[in-house]
């Protein structure tokens, strides 16, 4: 049967996810407007930057001084929770230093893959991150860790179960219990994503499950509900549907989280996002970037009282 639980987490990732993928600059200004607008739609975690060589990736140049800017007192709404993304223990410092309230990290299962993100093999990787992992939760950060290309790659193609589950079980021993699954080929199908979430419940019930899905082949959304099922509570996704990762063979944009409200709210769930602000957010960052984007609600309209 469904699990449905009463309340499920929405973690915006665009301002990173997103952006990342986007060869015009974006001013800094006009990312705070972004992400000032998104804190007041009633949407649980932002997302708003990685802590990378700003060489490698032009766009994430400005995330210690959006952090800055974005933790001081009364800047954003109470309750509305910032993360990051590093990488290493330099992303991790700088990260810090920032003022992050909540990190995600995390590891690729297709070693191709781990090597073209990170330079690394996927033992080096788990190792190093684990290390990361926990200098942050004692210095009493949120910690969210992910396994990356979990549902196949798009250099190696499939990516065994069993090589997804070691990873996790390295997670789990290290007393590290909030995992995101990740679809970064967006090469997921429903079966194998509730499939993959139950194999994951069955190692710790007590695990704080998220999902993270790319819709390169149509399926974001169907996946979603799939995790959902398997007892998945939190939810990444991007505004307009924007991003997908640089560092795999066929990019496509995240499930688009106005689409997912949308549905949601057809469904009778988190009714309280006011998915009109998330909207026009999504319109305006169509508008600057001159284009289409990937996302339908923004363009279609609602079947729902888009407040």
């Not at 705070?32 to 009633?42: C, N």
């Not at 032009?58 to 993360?83: C, H, K, N, W, Y």
């Not at 190093?128 to 798009?154: E, N």
């Not at 190696?156 to 079980?169: D, N, T």
């Amino acid at each position: 049967m469904p699990v449905t639980p009463a309340r499920l987490v929405l973690h915006e990732v665009g301002l990173r996810d997103g952006l990342q993928m986007e060869h015009a600059s974006v001013p800094t200004e006009r990312k705070l407007q972004w992400i000032k607008e998104l804190a007041e739609t009633g949407l649980d975690i932002l997302q708003i930057g990685s802590f990378v060589h700003p060489a490698k990736v032009p766009q994430m140049a400005d995330t210690d001084e959006l952090f800055r800017v974005l933790t001081a007192p009364g800047v954003l709404p109470e309750g509305v929770i910032l993360s990051g993304l590093v990488l290493n223990e330099k992303g991790l410092e700088r990260g810090m230093a920032a003022g992050v309230p909540m990190f995600c990290m995390g590891v690729s299962a297709s070693e191709t893959h781990s090597r073209k993100n990170t330079g690394m093999s996927v033992a080096e990787a788990t190792d190093r991150i684990i290390a990361i992992a926990k200098l942050a939760l004692s210095a009493g950060r949120g910690v969210q860790v992910s396994v990356q290309s979990a549902f196949g790659c798009g250099y190696e193609g499939h990516v065994p179960e069993e090589r997804v589950l070691s990873i996790v079980r390295r997670y789990l021993d290290a007393g590290i219990t909030s995992i995101s699954l990740a679809d970064t080929a967006g090469h997921a199908a429903p079966d194998a994503v509730e499939s993959l979430f139950a194999a994951v419940r069955n190692l710790d019930p007590g695990a704080e499950l998220t999902c993270h899905f790319h819709n390169t082949y149509g399926m974001g959304l169907a996946n979603c509900i799939a995790a959902q099922r398997a007892g998945v509570t939190s939810f990444e996704s991007s505004v307009a549907g924007l991003g997908g990762c640089p560092f795999t063979k066929v990019a496509g944009g995240n499930v688009c989280t106005e689409d997912f409200v949308h549905m949601l709210q057809r469904m009778g769930l988190r009714t309280d996002v006011r998915l009109g602000k998330i909207i026009a957010v999504a319109q305006d960052v169509a508008a600057f970037f001159g284009r289409e984007l990937p996302g339908m609600v923004y363009k279609t309209g609602t079947l729902t009282s888009a407040v």
